[in-house]
């Protein structure tokens, strides 16, 4: 019978620091041309809400499945979760169904785990300033993950809403006064913002920083200054996907600021050993994340077997 898990049994069975190397593998798998994925497929329900499909099946390790998701941002004003998902699992010999469980905190988890390895792979050695640009899910779980990866003895974090970044803003992260702010200096920018219009300028990105950019997913969406996008080494999760889904690289592209090869490589190429990554010291690099299936199923594969050592989640009956 398939399991049914719960968020609060998702949240019992993954560990950060574990899930980190599962996306390095997973990600690594993908560009070795080792996954069978489609690019997601979107159905947009308005503007900026849109519900979508991604499957995906891993033959080598045997996980197979699909991540349904949906983006409401006007849930915001609901006190409900914007992005919301449930991730199935199948049994890859057989095809049963072997557990369908929350997805919302795996896609909350698993974006920071793939930041990381970005981190890992393409922020200076000595990188030790951290800019945060939002207080929300992502900014939070991001804030946990990538210090697994670097020693930030400055941490800054700027939000468009002031009482969500005196909470945000406790312990080691400080408040900046502005975006600018907070991005001057960094050694590591992270743009997890809702943003659909540019957050960041490219004057404030000092040379040898490493971008992070998460969000605007969609065509006729930016994040971030074009002037930025065509100065950095541009690196992303997903060749085909970046040229169908980032509105940061397409409407560029539309502009003539660059052509297709401005893209240097998958993450994954780069951990494989087959692209090159970071040039020098001076470069600026930028990771722009649009979030694999993958990903969501080598979380899922790995919350499932956990849950089973654990004993958590319902076994249901179909």
């Known amino acids: 019978m398939p399991l049914w898990l719960s968020e609060a049994d998702v949240r019992a069975a993954l560990a950060l620091p574990e899930l980190i190397g599962a996306m390095e593998h997973a990600?690594?798998?993908?560009?070795?041309?080792?996954?069978?994925?489609?690019?997601?497929?979107?159905?947009?329900?308005?503007?900026?809400?849109?519900?979508?499909?991604?499957?995906?099946?891993?033959?080598?390790?045997?996980?197979?499945?699909?991540?349904?998701?949906?983006?409401?941002?006007?849930?915001?004003?609901?006190?409900?979760?914007?992005?919301?998902?449930?991730?199935?699992?199948?049994?890859?010999?057989?095809?049963?169904?072997?557990?369908?469980?929350?997805?919302?905190?795996?896609?909350?988890?698993?974006?920071?785990?793939?930041?990381?390895?970005?981190?890992?792979h393409f922020a200076r050695a000595d990188a030790s300033t951290l800019a945060i640009l939002g207080s929300g899910v992502q900014a939070r779980s991001h804030l946990e993950a990538l210090p697994l990866v670097r020693e930030f003895r400055d941490i800054r974090a700027w939000s468009p809403t002031a009482a969500h970044l005196r909470e945000f803003a406790q312990g080691p992260v400080k408040a900046a006064r502005s975006a600018e702010e907070a991005v001057r200096g960094a050694d590591v920018v992270l743009i997890a913002t809702s943003a659909v219009t540019p957050a960041v300028a490219s004057e404030w990105v000092s040379e040898g920083a490493h971008a992070i950019a998460i969000g605007a997913c969609r065509p006729s969406q930016r994040e971030i200054d074009p002037a930025l996008v065509e100065r950095a080494a541009l690196f992303t999760d997903s060749r085909a996907a970046i040229l169908k889904e980032s509105g940061d690289v397409i409407q560029s592209m539309l502009e003539g600021r660059f052509g297709e090869d401005h893209v240097r490589a998958e993450l994954g190429e780069v951990i494989n050993g087959s692209k090159p990554?970071?040039?020098?010291?001076?470069?600026?690099?930028?990771?722009?994340?649009?979030?694999?299936?993958?990903?969501?199923?080598?979380?899922?594969?790995?919350?499932?077997?956990?849950?089973?050592?654990?004993?958590?989640?319902?076994?249901?009956?179909?």
Do not use: C, W
């Not at 914007?82 to 557990?99: K, R, V």
């Open 27 to 120: 990600l690594a798998a993908f560009s070795a041309r080792q996954v069978d994925q489609p690019v997601r497929t979107a159905i947009e329900v308005r503007d900026r809400t849109f519900f979508a499909s991604m499957p995906a099946y891993d033959g080598a390790r045997g996980i197979l499945g699909a991540k349904l998701v949906t983006v409401f941002p006007e849930n915001a004003a609901r006190g409900l979760h914007t992005h919301l998902a449930a991730i199935s699992l199948f049994d890859a010999q057989t095809g049963e169904l072997a557990a369908v469980m929350d997805g919302r905190y795996i896609t909350e988890l698993r974006t920071a785990a793939a930041s990381a390895v970005s981190v890992k």
């Open 277 to 318: 990554g970071r040039r020098s010291t001076e470069e600026v690099t930028l990771f722009k994340s649009l979030g694999l299936a993958i990903e969501d199923l080598a979380a899922a594969d790995l919350v499932y077997r956990r849950a089973r050592e654990l004993g958590r989640g319902i076994d249901v009956g179909l």
